[in-house]
T-cell receptor, first 113, second 112 residues
C-alpha cells in the first residue's frame, strides 16, 4: 500500500541534544510538509518542499532544519531541542497539482526531558 | 492570528442523528477547503473538500457547505455512526500556494 511512514513513532531526547525525525513516502508526491502540533492546537506548518525547493515559514524557529535528499525521504532536524519543542510532528505529502489533498503519516511524538 | 477557527472543541451526537461541525475563516483569499478526520495515534486522513466555486459538495454520508459571504463552512454527517467518533480538522488554502492552514479541530463523539 502506498503510504507515508514516520520513524520513530515516539522519540525522547534531552534538552539541547540534537534529534532527527524521518519521513518517507511511497506515493511519489512532489510536495512534502512538516507540521508541528501541540495538544489541542492546530497543526502548524513548519516548512514544505516542492521537489527540492525548500519553503520555510516565516515564524519557524532557526532551531528547526529540514533535508530532502530525494523524492522519497524528508528529515526534520531539531538542533537544540527545548522543552517547548515537545509536540507531535506530522509529515505529509501531496501531488503538485493544486486541489489535491495531503496524505499524512502517523506522526512522531517528541518528548524533551 | 488564527486564520481558520473551529470554535467548538467537542460535540456529542446520538447515533443515527446528524452531526454538524463548523469552521470559520478570516482570509478572503482562501479558495479551497478540506476536512480531515483523525483517530488517536494516527495521522489525519482526508475526508472531503470544496472549492470556492461551489457552495456544496457531497460524498456519501458527508456533505460540506460553503458560505463565502459569511466565510463559514460546515461538515454534515448523516446518519452519524459510532465509527465517526474522531477529531475533525478543517483546512484552507489559496491559489498559488501549496500551503494549508488548519483549524484547532473538533472532537466528535457519536453515542451508541
Amino acid at each position: 500500500d502506498a503510504m507515508v511512514i514516520q520513524n520513530p513513532r515516539y522519540q525522547v531526547t534531552q534538552f539541547g541534544k540534537p534529534v532527527t525525525l524521518s519521513c518517507s513516502q511511497t506515493l511519489n508526491h512532489n510536495v512534502m510538509y512538516w507540521y508541528q502540533q501541540k495538544s489541542s492546537q492546530a497543526p502548524k506548518l513548519l516548512f514544505h518542499y516542492y521537489d527540492k525547493d525548500f519553503n520555510n515559514e516565516a515564524d519557524t524557529p532557526d532551531n528547526f532544519q529540514s533535508r530532502r535528499p530525494n523524492t522519497s525521504f524528508c528529515f526534520l532536524d531539531i538542533r537544540s531541542p527545548g522543552l517547548g519543542d515537545a509536540a507531535m510532528y506530522l509529515c505529509a505529502t501531496s501531488r503538485e497539482t493544486r486541489g489535491n489533498e495531503q496524505f499524512f503519516g502517523p506522526g512522531t511524538r517528541l518528548t524533551v526531558l | 492570528d488564527q486564520q481558520v477557527k473551529q470554535n467548538s472543541p467537542s460535540l456529542s451526537v446520538q447515533e443515527g442523528r446528524i452531526s454538524i461541525l463548523n469552521c470559520d475563516y478570516t482570509n478572503s483569499m482562501f479558495d479551497y477547503f478540506l476536512w480531515y478526520k483523525k483517530y488517536p495515534a494516527e495521522g489525519p486522513t482526508f475526508l472531503i473538500s470544496i472549492s470556492s466555486i461551489k457552495d456544496k459538495n457531497e460524498d456519501g454520508r458527508f456533505t460540506v457547505f460553503l458560505n463565502k459571504s459569511a466565510k463559514h463552512l460546515s461538515l454534515h454527517i448523516v446518519p452519524s455512526q459510532p465509527g465517526d467518533s474522531a477529531v475533525y480538522f478543517c483546512a484552507a488554502s489559496r491559489s498559488g500556494t501549496y500551503k494549508y492552514i488548519f483549524g484547532t479541530g473538533t472532537r466528535l463523539k457519536v453515542l451508541a
